[in-house]
């Protein structure tokens, strides 16, 4: 894989037309990608909006680009401004208009500024960020279709995460990217208030069950996991079931390539 970094984020390009546009002087280590057909392009997540992510993907394509939002948490939102065609799951589209329940501006300002290891820009004040706020030109449920010109992109909803997170397939590559539902290194999060972690098992189990996945890409950490994962996942699916783990309070729990935490 090939890798570029500008002053502010690393384009690694996956194949001839898939690229993660990733924002590794930011503790979260945050990845979007940019999924390309033959007359569009999807723009899966959009950072965290320290940076505008626009002018990487302007230098990318010229193909028109519509937003996939995976889940409104505001590392994944950042830029979702800066473009006209923005989709997200029903269940998350208030979230999107009105703002992310029970998480303080105070906390995600906090958050957002952090641990950062790069220049920022000039334009970036976290005193005065906010998170992306507006209606989405559409909702996505559980089955849809994206068609961007002979590839085709299937939404599964994966709540647990957040309530309307989802996982997005490539049905042409057989990539699938999972957002925060599975990454490594670090740990998976349901234990937030606005978290769920029978859902989360339960999201873990539906994509473990997936056939023909040649790639995993996760929305923070490492770029391209093996499919072999998924039968990890299932091991800790009924591990976590087994031993009743699957509840608030019951910490960190590793796996052989993924932790979570409830």
Do not use: C
């Amino acid at each position: 894989m090939g890798r570029n970094t500008d002053s502010w984020f690393t384009v690694t390009q996956i194949d001839e037309d898939t690229f993660a546009i990733s924002e590794y002087g930011h503790w979260e280590k945050v990845h979007s990608f940019l999924v390309m057909g033959d007359e569009k392009a999807a723009l899966i997540d959009t950072g965290l909006g320290i940076d505008n992510i626009k002018r990487i993907t302007d230098q990318l394509t010229t193909l028109p680009i519509i937003v996939i939002t995976t889940h409104v948490h505001w590392d994944h939102i950042g830029s979702h401004g800066e473009f006209e065609t923005i989709y997200v799951h029903k269940e998350e589209e208030d979230w999107l208009i009105n703002g992310i329940k029970k998480l303080p501006i105070e906390q995600i300002r906090k958050d957002v500024s952090r641990d950062i290891t790069k220049p920022t820009p000039e334009t970036f004040d976290p005193k005065t960020y906010q998170p992306f706020k507006g209606k989405p030109t559409g909702v996505l449920e559980d089955g849809d279709e994206i068609e961007l010109g002979n590839r085709t992109l299937t939404i599964h909803h994966t709540p647990g995460h957040s309530p309307g997170h989802i996982a997005i397939y490539d049905q042409r590559k057989g990539y699938l990217f999972t957002g925060d539902l599975l990454y490594d290194e670090t740990p998976i999060y349901a234990f937030f208030p606005t978290t769920n972690p029978v859902d989360l098992v339960d999201s873990l189990e539906k994509i473990a069950k997936f056939t023909n996945v040649t790639k995993i890409y996760g929305g923070h950490n490492t770029i391209g996991l093996d499919p072999t994962l998924l039968n990890e996942v299932k091991r800790a699916v009924d591990e976590l079931r087994n031993q009743e783990l699957v509840k608030f309070g019951t910490g960190i729990h590793r796996f052989g390539g993924f932790s979570v935490q409830f």
